[in-house]
């Protein structure tokens, strides 16, 4: 009884991989035809109408007076050196009668941020005692820096 389904299986196996003339297609696919050649485009042709674009050109990044960074390496941000130049902020603001409010952007799991101050509306000798009260105030803490005419960073 094996014998005949061995015989069966081999037979079939090796069948050449032609469908039946049941599944033939009815008709052969018609041979491809060259294609004409696409005339040269006149030089008087109209120009493609221009798409608009689908992104903004890149703008210049808006660039901050003093960009105060706060790092930290594993041991958080220096806390102490952030409330004093927040007073430099807020003494400056007294004298001047101008808000002195930084644009913060927060970027790290322990504090990190970056302070951007926009220092436009104080005249250049105000601009500058902030700044030298700034730096002051953040002493020699090597997880401050500052950058001055810089945009935000993160």
Known sequence: MRRPSLLVFMMTACAPAT???SQA???AP???A???ASP???VSAAPPAELPPSEPPPSEPVKFDLVVVFS???TGTDHEA???IRAVAERTSKRTGLAIEPKVESWGREGERDDCYDLGKLSEADKERFIREVI???GDSERVTMFRDEPCRR
């Open 19 to 21: 469908p039946p003339a």
């Open 25 to 27: 297609p009815s008709a």
């Open 30 to 32: 018609a041979p491809l």
């Open 34 to 36: 060259s294609a004409p």
């Open 40 to 42: 040269e485009p006149s």
């Open 72 to 74: 930290s390496f594993g």
């Open 82 to 84: 952030g409330m004093r």
């Open 136 to 138: 002051q105030a953040a």
